[in-house]
């Protein structure tokens, strides 16, 4: 499995370079559609961060900290913000950004390869991390499970995953390339991890039907 999962990771990061030496900062280049599609998911994230202020924020899977620009904006108390990603090129431009902002750090960090530690966050978010379809590599559903597992130990109180819906929205056509997890399989994976879990799947589409499992401690 580690040699799949390090083929998976050599793959993504060539894919974000190559899309970042075409389009630099830019949300195409993460492979959002679009600035406020964007912002918009992010901001299902701030109702469970509102009720949890001063905390560590790790952002897995954290391209160019624009995670970190949303949670600002809305006026959220953090003590830290740390940005993981496995692509250099990414984490270079997130620390050029953010380079004179107080309390924030990037670090290239791959979550195939980390080795279980302590926790270093108090809430973890990991938005757009598993969209991919891995089609003969992997499983998909194998390699989410792991993804989560490894990132609920780097976390205290809270992780945030989201995912593409298997409850497609009908006037958006299906794309080969990214994978729907059924929500149903994920809660009851989540429900292996601990019993405090909330599944929310009522957002609007972006334009893509996603949810969101919260993973409480």
């Known amino acids: 499995m580690q040699d799949k999962l390090s083929e998976i ?31 918009y998911r992010f901001q299902q994230t701030l109702e469970a961060l509102q009720s949890k202020p001063e905390k560590e924020i790790l952002d897995i899977g ?35 950004i953010w380079k004179d902002t ?20 108090d809430i973890g978010v990991m938005l757009g991390v598993l969209n991919l379809n891995l089609s003969d590599k992997l499983d998909n559903y194998e390699y989410s499970k792991k993804m989560i597992s490894t990132a609920f130990g ?27 997890h059924d929500p149903l399989k994920m809660l009851e994976f989540a429900f292996e991890l601990t019993p405090n879990v909330l599944l929310k799947h009522n957002y609007a589409p972006i334009p893509q039907r996603e949810f969101m499992l919260y993973l409480y401690k």
């Open 62 to 96: 954290c391209g160019f900290g624009d995670y970190l620009a949303t949670i600002k904006a809305s006026n959220y108390a953090f003590q830290k913000y740390i940005g993981w990603d496995l692509n250099p090129d990414l984490i270079q431009e997130a620390q050029k």
């Open 154 to 180: 780097f976390v205290r109180e809270l992780l945030v995953v989201d995912f593409l819906s298997l409850q497609y929205a009908p006037n958006y056509p299906k794309e080969d390339f990214v994978f729907y």
């Open 9 to 39: 990771s050599t793959q993504m990061i060539e894919r974000y370079s190559e899309r970042y030496h075409d389009l630099g900062y830019d949300v195409r280049t993460l492979g959002w559609g679009s600035v406020e599609q964007q912002a």
């Open 102 to 121: 107080p309390n924030v750090s990037f670090q290239v960090k791959n979550l195939n390869t980390l080795p279980k530690s302590e926790s270093v966050a």
